[in-house]
C-alpha cells in the first residue's frame, strides 16, 4: 500500500502564477478530498469526490480554485491566479466509500506565494 | 458557531499521567466521530474511530462519545513524551463529508 501521493511537496511561486498540485489516491479508495490547512484556519474542507464526480465544492475560496478528476487515480488543484493569503498546506485525503469512513491522507503540499 | 469546537490548548500533562481532550459538535444529524493526531509538519493520521454513544478502547486510548451531549472525548493513559502532538477531533456530518475541529496541542513533559 503506497498510500496517498501528493507532489509537489514544496511549491514557491509569485503572486498571480498558475499553481497545480497533484494526488494519487490509494488504490480501491473511491472518495477523494482535498483539504487546505493554515494556523489561522485549521483544516478546511475544499472539495470532494465520489467515484470521479465532484460531490461538494461549497469550501472552495472563490473561481480561482479548481479542480478535477479525470480518474479514479488521479485529481487536480489548480489555482489561477494565486495570491499570497493562499499560501498554506494542502492535503489530499482518500477514503473507501462507505458513509464515515475514516480519511487517508497524503504528505501535504506547502504552497508559499511571494 | 463552528460546526466542530476543541480547546486549542496547550494541554500540558506529565508523563505517565492522563491526557483528556475533548470536542462538541453542532450538527445532532452526525453519525460518525474520529480523532487524528498530527506531529509537526506532518499530516494526520488516524488514532480512534467511533460511532456509538460510549467507550471505545484501543490499547492507550479511549474515545468516548456521548450523542445526547454531542460530545466526543479521547483519554490517552500513561502519557509518553512521543503523544506529543495536536490532536484532531473530525465529525461526518453526512454522506462523504468530514469536518475538522481547530485541534488542541498536547505537550508531555518528561
Known amino acids: 500500500d503506497a498510500g496517498v501521493i501528493q507532489s509537489p511537496r514544496h511549491e514557491v511561486t509569485e503572486m498571480g502564477q498558475e499553481v497545480t498540485l497533484r494526488c494519487k489516491p490509494i488504490?480501491?479508495?473511491?472518495?477523494l478530498f482535498w483539504y487546505r490547512q493554515t494556523m489561522m484556519r485549521g483544516l478546511e474542507l475544499l472539495i470532494y469526490?465520489?467515484?470521479?464526480?465532484?460531490?461538494?465544492d461549497s469550501g472552495m475560496p472563490e473561481d480561482r480554485f479548481s479542480a478535477k478528476m479525470p480518474n479514479a487515480s488521479f485529481s487536480t488543484l489548480k489555482i489561477q491566479p494565486s495570491e499570497p493569503r493562499d499560501s498554506a498546506v494542502y492535503f489530499c485525503?482518500?477514503?473507501?466509500?462507505?458513509?464515515?469512513?475514516?480519511?487517508?491522507f497524503g504528505n501535504g503540499t506547502r504552497l508559499t506565494v511571494t | 458557531q463552528k460546526e466542530v469546537e476543541q480547546n486549542s490548548g496547550p494541554l500540558s500533562v506529565p508523563e505517565g499521567a492522563i491526557a483528556s481532550l475533548n470536542c462538541t459538535y453542532s450538527d445532532r444529524g452526525s453519525q460518525s466521530f474520529f480523532w487524528y493526531r498530527q506531529y509537526s509538519g506532518k499530516s494526520p493520521e488516524l488514532i480512534m474511530f467511533i460511532y456509538s454513544n460510549g467507550d471505545k478502547e484501543d490499547g492507550r486510548f479511549t474515545a468516548q462519545l456521548n450523542k445526547a451531549s454531542q460530545y466526543v472525548s479521547l483519554l490517552i493513559r500513561d502519557s509518553q513524551p512521543s503523544d506529543s502532538a495536536t490532536y484532531l477531533c473530525a465529525v461526518n456530518t453526512g454522506g462523504f463529508k468530514t469536518i475538522f475541529g481547530a485541534g488542541t496541542r498536547l505537550f508531555v513533559k518528561a
Open positions: 488504490s480501491g479508495h473511491n472518495s
Open positions: 485525503a482518500s477514503s473507501p466509500s462507505f458513509t464515515g469512513s475514516p480519511l487517508h
Open positions: 469526490f465520489n467515484n470521479n464526480v465532484p460531490i461538494d
